[in-house]
């Protein structure tokens, strides 16, 4: 029996063997014995036929039926006699048999690739440095005063700070009604900046029980009109700025002044931008890493990432199934650049908490245990004892300490960012 190895890449292997007749025949003379074992001829009892009628009436099929058994038992042996440790399984890529003469075979699989590390201090990344501008905190301000305002039937829309419930109606050019194009209660905000101007005209002043006719455009820009009938009215009463409404909308004590209450909302907001940075930071730093350090993806890896990916899509639909009209392979094709980038990380990752000796502390879980334990309003000593217990949270905690390495030894030029109201534009509020 020969065998050679062969290096197909960094991670992939091929194992290129071949036996005699005189190697296989152990084999066959198993196959045969263990089909006797179950077969009824006639004239004998299941299991006592002579070994010579069953070669005689089976071999040749028997023989072909036991070469994928044997190449694999050839392979595992090969793997345990020499200490390969492989990532999934191998496949068997060619075969060849010349009966009563030999068997080729090639066996294709996977290995761990040698991960080295060339650089991983000294990385140049760029950090967005946010600047809150006073427009933003004005607007979060406004908005958390609008989310908290109470309405007050009125009979006249005097100004933009109220509420009006509309029916519409589409007409035709001569005024007639359009029938199936209305639409009923409908409640807009005169202070919303996204109003049509027509419209916004149109409610100008606007009586409770008033009927008017606006002028107006359809989808392809030609004219239309449009009866809206007003059948409520509200004033919005906005809450006075004061302790008790800043309390309520920082959950702090102690804010006194309008202008301690802004500080506050501008000190949060930078913390939140701080965050977004920093986590985006964190994700160059590991495409960064990726880039400057050169290393095989195993295809095992590839294929259980994408797996995985599928899984988590079932989640987002009822009954955890997918559409009918999934189709696997294309989203796999679609996502196989960001399974190839996680599969790099895992592996870069754990050079690294190798190389750095990094393992997780009783301090670790302490710290992420507080952290939550406000968030998820559970006993910090009951959250660690669940984080012991759980591998996700170690490879979290093993995962900031492999960036924080990182980025604690990068070189970091640091971007100047101004955040104004006009970049929140149709987004609800952050804080």
């Known amino acids: 029996m020969e065998i050679k190895l062969n290096d197909i890449d960094k991670s992939k292997r091929e194992l290129e063997a071949e036996l ?9 003379e ?9 077969a009824t001829l006639p004239g004998f009892r299941k299991g006592k036929a002579p070994v010579s009628m069953i070669k005689k009436l089976y071999g040749d099929g028997l023989e072909y039926n036991a070469l994928e058994e044997i190449a694999n038992s050839v392979f595992q042996n090969y793997l345990i006699e020499n200490k390969v440790d492989i990532l999934g399984k191998g496949a068997i890529t060619d075969m060849d048999y010349k009966p009563k003469d030999n068997l080729k075979f090639k066996v294709e699989f996977e290995i761990m690739p040698e991960v080295k590390i060339e650089k991983y201090k000294g990385i140049e990344l760029k950090k967005t440095k946010y600047i809150i501008d006073d427009s933003l905190v004005d607007d979060e301000i406004s908005y958390h005063k609008f989310r908290n305002a109470v309405n ?24 007639n009604v359009l029938i199936g194009q209305s639409q009923k209660d409908l409640r807009v905000y005169l202070g919303n900046k996204e109003i049509f101007p027509e419209f916004r005209e149109g409610f100008k002043g606007i009586k409770e029980g008033e009927v008017r006719i606006i002028d107006s455009k359809n989808a392809e820009g030609g004219p239309k009109k ?6 409520k009215i509200e004033k919005i009463i906005y809450p006075e700025m004061n302790e008790e409404f800043f309390k ?15 500080s506050e909302i501008k000190n949060e907001l930078s913390k939140i931008y701080e965050g977004i940075a920093d986590r985006k930071l964190r994700a160059d730093a590991i495409n960064e890493l990726i880039k ?11 294929e259980a990432i994408l797996s995985n990916m599928i899984n988590d899509m079932k989640h987002q639909y009822p009954r955890h199934e997918l559409p009918k009209d999934f189709n696997r392979e294309e989203f796999k094709k679609e996502r196989r650049v960001d399974a190839i980038i996680q599969a790099k990380w895992y592996l870069l990752r754990e050079k690294l908490i190798e190389t750095e000796k990094l393992k997780v502390e009783e301090d670790d879980y302490k710290k992420l245990a507080e952290e939550n334990s406000v968030r998820y309003k559970i006993p910090a000593d009951k959250l ?12 979290k905690i093993l995962n ?22 006009d970049d929140l534009e149709n987004e609800d509020s952050i804080v």
Not at 292 to 301: D, G, K, M, S, T
């Open 20 to 28: 005699t007749y005189e190697d296989l025949t152990p084999h066959f």
């Open 30 to 38: 198993r196959a045969i014995e263990e089909y006797r074992k179950k």
């Open 152 to 175: 007050e039937i009125d009979g006249v829309a005097s100004d933009d700070e109220y509420i009006v419930t509309v029916d519409l109606q589409n007409l035709d050019e001569a005024g």
């Open 226 to 231: 449009v009866q809206i009938t007003c059948t």
């Open 248 to 262: 309520k909308i920082t959950s702090k004590e102690g804010i006194k002044t309008l202008d301690d209450f802004k």
């Open 292 to 302: 400057a350090n050169e290393v095989e993806a195993p295809e095992v890896y590839i």
């Open 384 to 395: 660690i004892d669940a984080y012991k217990e759980n591998e996700d949270v170690k490879m």
């Open 400 to 421: 900031d300490k492999v960036l924080d390495i990182v980025i604690k030894n990068a070189k970091i030029e640091e971007i100047p960012e101004i955040k104004k109201k």
